[in-house]
């Protein structure tokens, strides 16, 4: 199970800083991935990370503003987003599994971010 968190309104240019608290698993077993679902568009694939050996991986639209962590002790998954744009509008949800399966994967309720002036 995931509870993520942080979402809110922010203008662009700003910061954000998204939760996942995840439960009923041991964390840093599984390669984690934040994906994203703006309105009327499929999901997209954000970011991914390694918990085991904290690797990492971006979207291009994303590489250089947002930062993706876990934190093994606490079973829980951020994503820090800088430079915030209007395009990075959208419900962000936390799910298990990398890349290639994130968008296929069970969601939570996820948390909105929207970047509006």
């Known amino acids: 199970q995931f509870a993520e968190s942080g979402g809110g309104t922010v203008q662009p240019g700003g910061s954000l800083r998204l939760s996942c608290a995840a439960s009923g698993f041991i964390f840093r077993w599984y390669v984690m991935s934040w994906v994203r679902q703006a309105p009327s568009k499929g999901p997209e694939w954000v970011s991914t990370?390694?918990?085991?050996?904290?690797?990492?991986d971006y979207t291009d639209s994303v590489k250089g503003r947002f930062t993706i962590a876990a934190d093994n002790a606490e079973n829980t998954l951020y994503l820090q987003m800088n430079n915030l744009k209007p395009e990075d509008t959208a419900q962000y949800y936390c799910?298990?599994?990398?890349?290639?399966?994130?968008?296929?994967?069970?969601r939570g309720q996820g948390t909105q971010v929207t970047v509006s002036s």
């Open positions: 799910v298990q599994g990398g890349r290639s399966v994130a968008t296929l994967a069970p």
């Open positions: 990370i390694d918990p085991e050996d904290g690797s990492t």
